[in-house]
């Protein structure tokens, strides 16, 4: 059975229901494990959660399992969720969440004026290291890192530098060596020692097959990160780049 916060994150608009409007939402979540519930079952999942409980369960689930429209059953032990009931909670939890993009990897603030496509990716990230996808997380730094390295050359107009005879550009450790050694700009000490040390762990979960991510590997590395990140941003200079 899924994680009870997991499942609670999935409840559209949660925060605005009442605790006796949970009620429907907990019977559900608990019927994957248990053919009939009890109100103490109930009771658990707001404590578990804490939050404020319904004043009295017992005579909630009562209630609502009479007359037409009555959205529970009772049985010999406990109660379940009519068919109906059960379907369109289904359908309602089958809607994408978005997931609040938080500041617990990096500040966000930090793409402010890239282009749409890098603050998705940043935004993606965050998203996976807040719901604990974390070799997702390192795969979408990797590509954010590599992105924008791209960018730095491409808004310098010397983007041929990190490209092959057949005009395929480089790998990321072919990038961060031509991006380091430039004579366009100048790389701090800090970025020149943050950047392997990113880079270590996004090819580990990118290319290790052994290799599974941990929270404690990210948060290793996360001021590096963002270093790495705002360096390379600033570097580029969005604000000044009038593109064709």
């Not at 689930?61 to 010999?76: D, E, P, Q, T, V």
């Not at 924008?148 to 050359?153: K, N, T, V």
């Not at 929270?215 to 600033?234: H, P």
Request: aromatic share 12%; with cysteine.
């Amino acid at each position: 059975m899924e994680n009870l916060d997991y499942f609670y994150s999935r409840i559209p608009k949660q925060k605005e229901l009442s605790a006796g409007q949970l009620i429907q939402y907990f019977v559900y979540f608990l019927q994957e494990e248990k053919n009939e519930v009890r109100a103490s079952d109930i009771s658990n999942c707001y404590t578990a959660l804490s939050l404020k409980p319904y004043s009295n369960v017992s005579r909630y689930l009562s209630i609502n399992s009479a007359g037409r429209g009555a959205m529970f059953i009772k049985g010999k032990c406990g109660y379940k969720l009519h068919r109906y009931k059960k379907e369109q909670i289904a359908n309602e939890l089958s809607e994408i969440i978005e997931v609040p993009i938080t500041e617990n990897l990096i500040p966000i603030t930090i793409f402010d004026n890239t282009p749409y496509y890098i603050v998705a990716n940043a935004k993606q990230m965050c998203q996976c290291y807040d719901t604990g996808l974390y070799d997702a997380t390192l795969v979408l730094m990797r590509k954010l890192i590599e992105t924008l390295i791209i960018e730095c050359f491409e808004r310098h107009g010397i983007d041929n530098q990190i490209k092959d005879g057949n005009g395929v550009f480089y790998y990321l450790s072919d990038l961060i060596v031509n991006f380091v050694s430039s004579k366009n700009w100048n790389v701090s000490r800090n970025l020149k020692s943050n950047i392997e040390k990113v880079k270590k762990y996004g090819d580990l979960s990118a290319h290790n097959r052994r290799f599974l991510a941990k929270k404690n590997d990210i948060d290793s590395f996360k001021a590096e990160l963002r270093q790495v990140l705002q360096e390379i941003i600033l570097t580029i200079d969005y604000i000044n780049w009038k593109r064709d």
